[in-house]
């Protein structure tokens, strides 16, 4: 009986020494799968890399993400950070939120309401936009970028100024992510200024003074509603009595956008001249 279990575990051992053999000589003979051999089977996953695979095209090969096939490898999807490491933005849960395919991982449709996972890279936006709090450091990043990349025009959501400003001129005077700061570039044209301020455009227009063709942001730089002093153009053009006596250039040119040109029925305001003397009543001689 002994002799009998003995022989027992003898064939049993061999056998199982005998399919090892078979499948490591199996696993030796066996060619490794290349990339031609995947698109035998896998037709849309080459298509899109081949298309839109970024990287994924140019610097891996299929079997440096899926290492070994089914059944011999259970499971050989990757995940995103067995490559993608060292970043921030790398450190996010859920890849496939926005990268819904990895075989084109540069096509990013974003989800709803995504704010965080732009700001792993985007620092230099949210900076501006908690800078100068407005409406739009409320909003989720894709509420406007609702497509990576996307830059969409202000007229999306905002009616422009005035009919003569087209879309493209809007960021002259707004950064989209700090709107209410706004700037002029040295070539902002009258037009721009015009569509809020209206009045003075029109007066500087029917004016006959050299600032009709002067550019608004010549004189109104640097900041949105700065107005300088006329003696930082014209210095002290008077003599300094004068300057003295009418301390406001306006007491005799009125206003910038209006120079020399006073309203008949306003009278010039001006320092207080000397009172006009009145001459006394002549007394009436009686008749003799």
């Known amino acids: 009986m002994k002799n009998h279990a003995t022989m027992l575990r003898v064939i049993f051992v061999s056998t199982v020494l005998t399919v090892m053999l078979a499948v490591c000589a199996y696993a030796a003979d066996r060619p490794m799968l290349s990339s031609a051999d995947c698109i035998k089977c896998h037709y849309s996953q080459p298509a899109d890399i081949a298309a839109n695979g970024g990287a994924h095209k140019t610097s891996v090969t299929c079997q440096d993400c899926h290492t070994g096939h089914r059944p011999a490898i259970k499971n050989n999807i990757p995940q995103c950070s067995q490559c993608h490491t060292d970043k921030s933005h790398y450190k996010l849960a859920n890849c496939l939120r926005c990268h819904t395919n990895p075989h084109t991982p540069k096509i990013i449709k974003l989800a709803n309401n995504i704010t965080d996972e732009c700001l792993t890279c985007h620092t230099q936006q949210i900076a501006k936009l908690r800078q100068v709090p407005s409406k739009h450091s409320k909003l989720a990043c894709s509420f406007c970028h609702n497509v990576h990349g ?16 087209t ?12 709107p209410t ?6 070539d902002t044209p009258n037009k721009m200024c015009a569509a809020c301020h209206k009045r003075p455009y029109e007066l500087l227009s029917k004016s006959e003074a050299k600032h009709k063709d002067v550019l608004c942001v010549t004189c109104h730089k640097d900041k949105h509603k700065f107005i300088p002093a006329c003696t930082s153009c014209h210095g002290v053009p008077h003599p300094a009595s004068m300057m003295a006596r009418f301390t406001k250039c306006g007491e005799c040119h009125n206003i910038a956008h209006n120079l020399n040109h006073w309203d008949p029925v306003t009278p010039k305001t001006s320092a207080k001249a000397a009172p006009v003397p009145v001459p006394k009543k002549l007394k009436h001689h009686k008749k003799k």
Do not use: G, R
Request: charged residues 25%; aromatic residues 2%; proline residues 9%.
């Open 167 to 178: 879309a493209t001129e809007c960021k002259k005077c707004h950064d989209a992510h700090m």
């Open 181 to 186: 700061a706004v700037y002029m570039t040295p």
């Open 150 to 165: 996307k830059k969409p025009l202000c007229t999306q959501c905002h009616k422009p100024h005035s009919a003569d400003i």
